[in-house]
């Protein structure tokens, strides 16, 4: 019923910038909250960012200030602009959305996630 599809990874240099875009379909869900996620080689996937349909957010610390997530209802796309990227930010991003009205952090509190896109920070 609900297919999220992320694009717009690719290799960058440090310091460079990228926006990420996940278009989402399914005339039923609400998309109340919408987030992203990533998974660098070796680690855990890890919490980015999440919005809710009222444009308000809540960011890991180790993107704070550097990456913006933002939404167009009418759409139903979720963003994530990525300023000054860095090698640590090597990984490949998720997005995943849920029923609610809170900014979830949690991986487990969201129910539909989609295929990833690969985002390469390297000099």
């Known amino acids: 019923q609900v297919q999220l599809v992320e694009s717009g990874g690719g290799l960058v240099q440090p310091g460079d910038s990228l926006k990420l875009s996940c278009g989402a379909s399914g005339r039923s869900f609400s998309y109340s909250i919408m987030g992203w996620f990533r998974q660098a080689p070796g680690k855990e996937r890890e919490f980015v960012a999440t919005i809710n349909k009222l444009g308000e957010s809540t960011y890991a610390d180790s993107v704070k200030g550097r990456f913006t997530i933002s939404r167009d209802n009418a759409k139903n796309t979720l963003y994530l602009q990525m300023d000054n990227l860095r090698p640590k930010d090597t990984a490949v991003y998720y997005c995943?959305?849920?029923?609610?009205?809170?900014?979830?952090?949690?991986?487990?509190?969201?129910?539909?996630w989609g295929q990833g896109t690969q985002v390469t920070v390297s000099s």
């Open positions: 995943a959305t849920t029923s609610g009205n809170l900014l979830y952090t949690t991986q487990s509190m969201y129910d539909y």
